[in-house]
């Protein structure tokens, strides 16, 4: 039975529509020197009318799987964390699974805030180290920009939207995925959160005019709590690796504010150039962060083969969490003639979910049942 879980794919999807510190001041009274120097956010991402969580999803989820040897269809479970699902049901993940056509994998959503993509990522990673799986999907994606109150100054400067996505497989080879800690505190819930639009405040007129269905912050105290958290995570789950702190190569925290960023490596004696921080360019992306800095990482170069990584996050619930893992750098290369079988395949499932769904509309016509739910 293989004993380990290594990334084996990775990719990002963002927007390309930029929204800098410039255009948001002629929004908002605020400033480019504010917003650099109270949390080091230049510019973020904004998605056009399309594209949705799930869409980004999707594409960085094709990105990833097209560096690995395996495709959709070998997918056991695709886990997707997000603050801003497409629904409050179905879950996301759902739609991800349909439109890259994994046909064979369960798909759930996780909502554990800027944290979920650690959450995530280890519990993909514990399904496929106790053998009840191989392949995993792990992916992060938000449209925040949809969530944001664009007259609250406090939050709208900070928040991105974007997607990354990890593909998990089982290996023999030691390394991967080593350890991770999971925590929450539920009694800070009220300190950041949507309030409206589930069961305890139903959507109403009411409440959008009190704007609860956007995002609300207590900034102060979401800032005091990070900067608690992030080092002894850290710290943490290294000791559960077997490391001690100097030896972690690198730290990849939720990117939500350089000077959360700088309290933790203060906090861990680490150097700052051991963090790997892109916020300037995606502002927080919740979710999304932790891949997008890490992709990037790996992309160039930064990340090397028996690297030490420790990724480290926090947010809404509260939540907060880190996970160790010792990269190994996947030895596979895709040809270009498997890139079109891939390409086919990814068309073969748009067919089939197409399809899938006029088989549905005629059984619904022969057997009588309503049409209701079917859009
Ligand atoms: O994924 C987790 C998500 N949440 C976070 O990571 C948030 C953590 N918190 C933070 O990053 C910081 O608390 C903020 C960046 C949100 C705010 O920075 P701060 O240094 O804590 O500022 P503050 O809330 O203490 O506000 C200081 C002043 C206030 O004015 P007064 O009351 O001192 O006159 C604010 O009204 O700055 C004002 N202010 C702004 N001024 C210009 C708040 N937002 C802005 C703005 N531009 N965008």
Redesign the pocket.
Known sequence: MSLYAHVTGWGIAVPDEILTNEKLAQI????DE??VS??GIRERRIARKDQSTATLAADAARKALERTEIDARDLDLIILATSSPEHIFPATACLVQDSIGAIKAGAFDLSAA?TGFIFALNMAAQAIRSGSIENALVIGSETLSRLVNWDD??TC??FGDGAGAFVLQASDEPGGILSAVMRSDGSGGNL?SVPAGGSKIPTSHEAIDKNQHLIQ?N??E??RF?TRVMASATRDTAAHAGWDVEEIDYVIP?Q??QR?IEAAARGLRLPIDRFIVNLEKYG?T?TASIPLAMVEALDNGQIKDGSNLVLVG??AGLTWGALSMRWIEPKVKVTRLERRRRSLLTWLARMRSFLRRVQRRIEGLIWGTSSKGQE
């Open positions: 908002v009274e605020t400033s504010w917003i109270r949390t800027c100054r406090s400067i900070l950041l912050m900034g102060r979401v800032f990070a939720h939500a504010n959360i927080n919740s926090f947010g």
